[in-house]
């Protein structure tokens, strides 16, 4: 590939010149005084960005790792899983092949988690963990966070697993104040890393769960996590590169301020959804529901979604998402999560426009 190609699909997302700078940091051994330093370098923005008094991980892996690792360290007498798309469904297959009871709590695709319906299922008592997506990225939904942790407070004796991966550090999601036992992410989304690196913080009952388990596997391992971190390490061989982009992703973001960030999501969204507006497609999510941070979109005026991308692709230079799982083809996706701005998301909207007309 000659022509760069500038992305907007919802992950990995562009990543900046500053952070493939980062990452060319001199190699360090991962048992040496400078790792540990490289650690507690992150540590403290990581800590405020889980809004979080517990101890932040760092993984050599993707998302799933963890969401995996979670279910075999939480689950002991079975976990509802909160199917509303492609993911949180995979979760649950996932969820399967540990070998744990698991029950699908599963909604429409394009609706959100209902919380009376988990409050239901979790008053049956068959069930000590709850997982959930915040953020699904197939369907463009962002479930209701704060109402399901409300349920949740009712029933102690349930961990609560929650998936931020396209949410992360693009809006507030307060760790403690929510409850939440176990909040995990991954580096290539709003961070705006390339893959390869996850993140995620545990609360004392998550530690407390995996001690009664004795099936945790190794790589995943919520207690040697915890054991390593204390001495600022990880279990196994860090992806030291990942690390140095992270300290100089947190430089900015601190940099840029927290509110800011924010409000920047907020912003480009809107953006997004003014075009889906003037352009007649409507929303996949329910109103009410909708993402900060991708956008999914309805094909309602039946276009070639595939020729549309292509096209958007060759004369433009903008990838965008054609739709995934089931709603291929049937939507497309606009991301304006990571390092998107006003005025970055301006050209991409000119150039769908302009292709549009010969459709």
């Known amino acids: 590939m000659t022509k760069k190609i500038k992305l907007f699909i919802p992950g990995p997302v562009e990543v900046s010149d500053k ?31 889980f809004q979080t008094r517990q101890p932040v991980f760092l993984s050599t892996s993707s998302a799933w790792g963890i969401m ?7 689950v002991k007498k079975g976990v509802l899983n909160c199917m509303c798309g492609a993911f949180s469904d995979k979760w649950f297959d996932v969820s399967k092949r540990c070998g744990r009871h698991a029950v699908p709590l599963q909604v429409e695709w394009g609706k959100p988690i209902d919380p009376d319906a988990v409050d239901a299922q979790l008053a049956t008592g068959n069930f000590d963990a709850v997982t959930l997506i915040h953020n699904e990225t197939s369907t463009g939904v962002m479930n209701p966070l704060q109402e399901i942790s409300d349920v949740l407070r009712k029933y102690p004796g349930v961990v609560f697993i929650v998936d931020t991966v396209s949410s992360f550090s693009a809006l507030p999601i307060p760790m403690d104040d929510l409850g939440i036992d176990l909040m995990l992410t991954g580096s290539q989304k709003a961070l705006a890393l390339p893959p390869g690196l996850s993140l995620f913080a545990a609360s004392p009952t998550a530690f407390e769960r995996a001690a009664q388990l004795h099936d945790r596997g190794y790589y995943f391992d919520l207690l040697e ?14 992806t030291i590169p990942h690390i140095y982009a992270l300290r100089s992703k947190l430089e900015d973001i601190f940099s840029e301020g927290l509110e800011n960030r924010f409000r920047r999501h907020v912003l480009t969204n809107r953006l997004v959804h003014e075009w ?6 409507e929303f996949f999510a329910q109103e009410g529901y909708r993402s900060v941070t991708l956008t999914c979109i309805k094909n309602n005026r039946g276009i070639d979604v595939e020729e549309f991308a292509k096209q958007i692709r060759e004369e433009h230079g903008f990838q965008i998402d054609r739709g995934y799982g089931k709603i291929k083809g049937k939507t497309f996706r606009l991301s304006n999560m990571g390092d998107e701005t006003v005025e970055t998301m301006n050209p991409l909207l000119e150039a769908l426009t302009e292709t549009l007309k010969t459709f």
């Open 68 to 74: 995996e690792g979670a279910i075999r360290n939480l």
């Open 276 to 281: 889906v507006n003037a352009n007649g497609f």
């Open 225 to 238: 996590f915890k054991k390593n971190a204390e001495d600022f390490m990880t279990p196994s061989t860090p």
């Open 19 to 49: 952070t493939l700078a980062a990452m060319t940091g001199p190699m360090i051994g991962h048992r040496s005084g400078d790792f540990k330093a490289l650690y507690r370098a992150v540590y403290p923005g990581l800590q405020q960005l």
